[in-house]
């Protein structure tokens, strides 16, 4: 009691005082402070941030019989079943809840399940479809986010049984994101066509209609794969575990329990679980995804990024979160052109060698060496060597971690498992260049099939057991008419 009163009364105080200090020119600083760290290599002027690129359009895309083979479709082809209105985010939602609720015993990837919100969105964005308005890919798609992104009426635990009660009362910057800001009732108003149009152009910035379907597993305090409910598990070699802090969001998404999940990086929480469970991932360009509402390690390390089926279905979410969050002040608008478009027969790629790496112990000096040596577009290295993943946040590189095949595990629990070992590579670019490593990921997974690949979570071994599916109450369906 009195150490949280200590803190109320004098650290928070202080904290909040020297942030004030650090980012205004009146606190005397003639340069950015680590708290506002910049990666940056250029002062070139973002003409127009607020541009969003234009999706691939999929044609032919019809549902699939079984829900399983829903659960492990793309976001570009969910949405595309959502828009053509052959299934409605109501019956995504009912999908992705009773896998989070079938499969969490085993991996251990879900802190809160939010049902009640879950189908409150579906039943907004089910509506809007009915009247004719589509909000683009991410409309009634369900998701995930990492439990350190506070969310309204929902535990915000951070991993750590101190906190495990803890309510924040307040909106995520980057959960704002995905939300559904045009009313149904507006909709329903009598209010004129230009009127509506006006509305919606004000806020399709904001509108992606997305829908959280869980609070994914944060490690305690943000820190490797332990919680206070057991330690989150590797779909892919159930007798492995996750590794990383961003484990239910890798975990979850491998396994189809989501189709993407949103986690975080200061050092490694985003590469080390993705490439464990092979799943495509993007730790973006530090600065790009506002982190107002999420708990905080490095004010200039860390970083949001997406946890997904493919190196696409990353770019879209890069182009929904992207963008400068007043209350971060180390957050901004970057150029993002579009990763469809690049000319990949074009780009300069290297390979990076460790032993090229020779960490600077002062940061401004190690960021000139890296811009003075990056001499091509991007380079290819490993996603989970620890000097390349230290060097990464330190500069803000992104990254894109890509799946690219599977071994056999040792010691096998029979000569039939499927379990597997992942294997994956990162693509690096130059911070603000996003669009590079992403397209040099599309190019690469359009030629293969590695990020298809589904983890063998229903054939788990002779002493492993996947637990009945729960009976789970489900309100009563809204459909298209």
């Not at 230009?194 to 992606?208: D, E, K, M």
């Not at 469809?340 to 060698?353: E, H, N």
């Not at 996003?434 to 002493?463: E, F, W």
């Amino acid at each position: 009691m009195e150490t949280a009163e200590g803190a109320l009364e004098f650290n928070l105080p202080i904290i909040k005082s020297n942030r004030r200090l650090v980012a205004s020119e009146n606190g005397g600083l003639h340069g950015p402070s680590c708290l506002v760290f910049n990666p940056e290599w250029t002062q070139k002027h973002v003409v127009d941030a607020s541009k969003r690129f234009q999706h691939p359009a999929l044609s032919g895309i019809l549902r699939p019989k079984s829900d399983e083979d829903i659960a492990f479709m793309s976001i570009l082809e969910l949405g595309e079943l959502i828009r053509t209105k052959q299934i409605t985010s109501h019956e995504l939602v009912q999908i992705f809840l009773e896998r989070l609720k079938r499969y969490d015993p085993v991996l251990e990837a879900v802190i809160t399940f939010t049902d009640e919100l879950a189908y409150k969105q579906a039943r907004e964005v089910d509506e809007l479809i009915a009247k004719g308005v589509y909000l683009g890919p991410l409309h009634g798609i369900p998701y995930g986010l990492k439990d350190i992104i506070a969310v309204p009426g929902y535990k915000t635990t951070w991993g750590s049984r101190s906190f495990k009660d803890q309510v924040l009362n307040i909106e995520a910057w980057v959960y704002k994101r995905f939300q559904t800001y045009v009313k149904v009732f507006l909709l329903q108003s009598e209010c004129t066509l230009i009127t509506f149009f006006l509305f919606y152009a004000n806020y399709r910035l904001r509108s992606a209609g997305a829908v959280l379907v869980a609070k994914l597993v944060s490690g305690s305090l943000a820190y490797d794969d332990i919680w206070f409910g057991g330690r989150t598990r590797n779909p892919w070699n159930i007798e492995e575990f996750s590794t990383g802090s961003s484990a239910g969001p890798a975990a979850g998404t491998s396994a189809g329990m989501v189709p993407f999940a949103i986690g975080s990086e200061t050092a490694g929480s985003i590469t080390f679980p993705a490439s464990r469970c092979g799943v495509t991932a993007l730790r973006p360009t530090f600065g790009a995804v506002g982190r107002t509402g999420v708990m905080s390690i490095s004010e200039s390390m860390d970083k949001l990024g997406a946890f997904c089926r493919s190196a696409a279905d990353c770019s879209v979410i890069l182009d929904v979160v992207r963008g400068k969050d007043p209350d971060d002040l180390s957050s901004r608008d970057i150029a993002f052109d579009d990763p469809f478009s690049i000319d990949i027969t074009q780009l300069t790629v290297g390979y990076m060698d460790d032993a090229e790496m020779e960490a600077q112990r002062a940061r401004r000096k190690l960021i000139e060496e890296v811009k003075n040596s990056f001499t091509v577009d991007a380079f290819i290295g490993n996603a989970t060597d620890w000097e390349k993943v230290c060097l990464g946040n330190l500069v803000g590189l992104p990254v894109v971690v890509v799946p690219t095949g599977f071994k056999n595990i040792s010691n096998p629990p029979s000569k039939e498992s499927r379990r597997r070992t992942t294997m994956n590579t990162g693509i690096y670019a130059r911070p603000d260049h996003d669009h590079i490593a992403l397209a040099l990921a599309i190019a690469y997974q359009s030629v293969t099939d590695h990020h298809k690949q589904r983890p063998p979570i229903d054939d788990l071994g002779p002493n492993d057991k996947i637990p009945d599916p729960p009976k789970v109450v489900i309100p009563p369906r809204r459909l298209h008419p």
